[in-house]
């Protein structure tokens, strides 16, 4: 099956990214994304405004992806979609399309869990890229998600331990928020907390059971922090940007971290990969690598191209579900929430 020439199109629109890519078997031919800008003057992803982008990128991306990948449609073995998690109405455009596109040039329909996505992203064949040998662990952290995967192989996947409440994406950027910066505000946090001392300011750290995280409870005590600040020196945000942030974003991969450490020794497993759009801070790789020497740890860290939200990511999960028959009929349909 591998010497094959199978052509997967993938399509992902779970939130606010159109994306379309292809790929020959497990190597990536193209993978191109139109960002939406619409949402910065609102300070987050407005769902109705994400949809109807949605519905005015899909076709020139989709015809970029087949442009640059140097093939006609017709050489197409089958269409991959994120059918969730995700936004409905962005969810929908995405699934719409690739059940129609499938349908018209008769090949088959292959559905892909988002979450499922990131992590198997690994498994793209890209030079200098090893990829993690079964069992491993997986920290997918994205804007809506905080998970610890146990992965025993493509399809066999168990969560260890999610969030109870905020993903760790959401606790950068309300954090951000507070401090007056634009969205996105993660990346920004990174930015500035490269700058800064990470021990400035001790914020407190939730205290959560088994392998679970919460979030919640450390952006109010952020909030508070700032308000106290702020009373007392109008110009304590501008003074300290660079300290703040540092300190909010160690305090967030000590949170991270230490449920990984945890996780590691409870199954013995010392293949550790990451995974979602946060995996894209400097910190978070900076802290996955100086656990290799310390705890004797193999990391993966994916290329930044598959951190964020990309098509690509889709189209090897379905090429993965390709090479087993996997494959869905036209009755689909969008799950925002969808569990690995």
């Known amino acids: 099956m591998e010497h094959q020439n199978i052509y997967i199109l993938a399509i992902e629109s779970s939130c606010d990214d159109t994306s379309a890519a292809v790929l020959h078997n497990n190597k990536k031919l193209s993978n191109v994304v139109a960002t939406q800008h619409i949402h910065e003057e609102y300070g987050g992803v407005v769902p109705e405004l994400a949809s109807r982008a949605h519905q005015q990128n899909i076709v020139p991306v ?155 409870g450390l952006k109010t005590s952020i909030l508070y922090f700032i308000q106290k600040q702020v009373k007392e020196n109008p110009n304590f945000v501008e003074e300290n940007l660079n300290d703040i942030c540092a300190s909010i974003q160690y305090t967030i991969i000590d949170i991270l971290m230490s449920k990984l450490k945890k996780a590691a020794k409870q199954t013995g497993i010392k293949q550790i990969a990451i995974g979602g759009g946060v995996s894209a801070n400097s910190g978070i790789r900076q802290a996955l690598k100086d656990a290799e020497n310390k705890y004797g740890w193999t990391t993966y860290v994916p290329k930044f191209e598959y951190c964020t939200d990309n098509a690509a990511m889709i189209g090897i999960v379905g090429y993965l579900k390709y090479l087993e028959g996997n494959f869905s009929d036209q009755s689909i349909t969008a799950k925002a929430r969808y569990v690995i």
């Open 62 to 216: 989709v015809h970029q992806a087949l442009a640059k990948a140097n093939i006609d449609k017709k050489q197409l073995s089958a269409i991959a979609f994120t059918r969730g998690p995700g936004l409905m109405g962005s969810l929908l455009v995405g699934t719409s399309f690739a059940k129609s596109l499938a349908l018209g040039l008769d090949i088959p329909l292959i559905e892909v869990n988002h979450m499922q996505a990131h992590i198997l992203a690994h498994f793209i064949d890209e030079e200098n890229n090893p990829k993690p040998q079964f069992p491993f662990l997986a920290l997918t952290i994205s804007g809506g998600h905080t998970q610890i995967v146990l992965v025993k192989g493509y399809f066999d996947l168990e969560i260890l331990g999610e969030t109870l409440d905020d993903a760790v994406g959401e606790a950068f950027d309300k954090s951000a928020k507070i401090l007056g910066l634009p969205y996105p505000g993660g990346p920004l946090v990174d930015k500035y907390a490269q700058l800064g001392n990470p021990k400035a300011f001790p914020f407190p750290k939730p205290k959560v059971k088994d392998l679970n995280f919460s979030f919640s």
